[in-house]
């Protein structure tokens, strides 16, 4: 004998079981829908402001490229104010103080570049910004400041023979050719990007005798 004599028990069951069970099975789908809704809704909300922040930042570029750094500057701190949950301010930033500098605004793009330091939503961009931070103070004379961002950033193996270069460039500047001749060599080991550079720096220091 089947569990149901008739359909009528059958409809009878149905009901009794969707008195017991309906609210909690509408309440269920409504929760489904609204969570997959407003996923939908937060996606496409994110999504739109990555396009905008993108295109921000090409703006930005654009402006970089034909040397106009007040513009830079100002696009900068537009994508700093409405986008910065997204990378494109730091990217921004560190245009930005190239461009400046490039410009002959050193204090400017020290300035950018420091302010990027505290913002930097990534170990690699602050590390980056710490390395052309103190090239900047090296290049301007700021020889103890130069040395105290080298101190303070090279904490990892990325921009490692970078940050030698720079320690050899400092050393050099205050005329202890030991201490250059080994940061340099650390710098070709470790691996600077500027291997044939750093070669000719070492070349170029005076012999050890």
Known sequence: MSEYETDDEKVESIKKWWKENGMSVVGGVALGLAVVFGWRTWTDYRNGVGAQASAAFEQLMVSAAAGEAESTA????????????????????????????????????????QRLLVKAPDPALTRLAALRLARIQLAQGQLDAAAATVAAHDDGAAFAGDFAAVRGDLAAARGDSAAARAAYEKAITAGTGLPQLIRLKLDNLPSAG
């Open 74 to 113: 100002k696009q900068a701190q537009l994508l700093d104010q409405q986008y910065g949950a997204t990378p494109y301010p730091a990217l921004g930033a560190l245009v930005a103080a190239r461009v400046l500098y490039e410009s002959g605004d050193a204090p400017g793009a020290m300035a950018a570049l």
